[in-house]
């Protein structure tokens, strides 16, 4: 039973209590004495009552479910990527090339170099120069902006003389001699060497140059001296430069001049 229950039998007795007090003392009396014990532990269990814990049941309510079929849709707007440039392929790096260079010419005195049993071992430059007998240019192996350079060997010095109608005289020299030992020049990067155009004697004008021959000892090289014909007397001369089977200088022109009844040497365009 509920409390409020208890308060209306309890209201009950008293009422009806008192309607007996006016019918009958004891039944008065006892109605009102069981009416007002109720109400004793009424107020005797009330505070018990609000201590007591309160257990809320919370059922689930059946019209509340989920729904798997539940979607949101977001959209973002997502700028595309710039294009990845392509990497510029790569350029190899040209191999070094050869690069003879004219150095300078000019006259100068040189000096037959004889070996221990006479023969000839190639040509030099005395220290005085005073009196000079020679036409020489001078090469040099040039290295690159980076340095580098090629080494060249064997390389080979060709000759071309003409007149001063500009025609060729001779054959010309297919070796020429450097000033050195009597081979064909090695070029180490930025190392020089002299080529021999012309060699004057009084009113002549020879070429000395290498000679190859077979012999029974092998390859034999040795210089000899091309003189020129005083009818014929070269006006010019052609320098090529030769090396592994290919041109290695491109043709300089060099004239022979004489200035104050001296020979000199000048560089022709």
């Known amino acids: 039973m509920a409390r409020s229950d208890f308060w209306s039998i309890a209201a009950t007795l ?15 009396y006892g109605c009102i004495g069981l009416g007002a014990v ?12 609000e201590l007591a814990p309160v257990t809320v049941k919370q059922e689930a309510n059946p019209s ?7 979607s949101q849709s977001i959209n973002l707007h997502i700028p595309p990527l ?21 150095q300078s010419y000019r006259m100068a005195k040189i000096d037959d170099v004889l070996g221990d049993h006479g023969e000839m071992n190639g040509f030099c430059f005395p220290d005085d120069q005073s009196k000079p007998n020679a036409a020489v240019a001078c090469i040099k192996n040039r290295s690159n902006a980076d340095g580098e350079g ?3 060997d064997d390389v080979r010095a060709t000759l071309t003389f003409r007149d001063a109608q500009d025609n060729e005289i001779g054959h010309g020299i297919n070796q020429a001699c450097w000033v050195g030992p009597l081979f064909n020049a090695t070029f180490d990067v930025e190392e020089s060497h002299c080529v021999i155009l012309a060699v004057m004697r009084g009113d002549e004008i020879g ?32 320098l090529i430069l030769v090396a592994q089977g290919r041109r290695v200088l491109e043709p300089i022109v060099f004239a022979f ?8 040497i000048k560089r022709k365009v």
């Open 64 to 70: 509340m479910t989920a729904s798997p079929s539940l």
């Open 150 to 152: 090629v080494y060249l």
């Open 207 to 238: 070429v000395p140059y290498l000679k190859e021959e077979n012999t029974g000892m092998g390859l034999a090289i040795s210089a000899e001296a091309h003189v020129f014909d005083k009818a014929k007397v070269p006006q010019s001369v052609e």
């Open 82 to 102: 710039p294009p990845i440039p392509e990497a510029a392929p790569l350029v190899p790096k040209p191999r070094p090339r050869p690069n003879l260079q004219l």
């Open 14 to 28: 008293i009422v009806a209590g008192i309607g007996y007090f006016v019918g009958g003392k004891v039944t008065a």
């Open 257 to 264: 001049e004489d200035e104050n009844g001296e020979a000199t």
């Open 38 to 49: 109720i109400i004793l532990y009424l107020f005797a269990t009330h505070k018990k009552s």
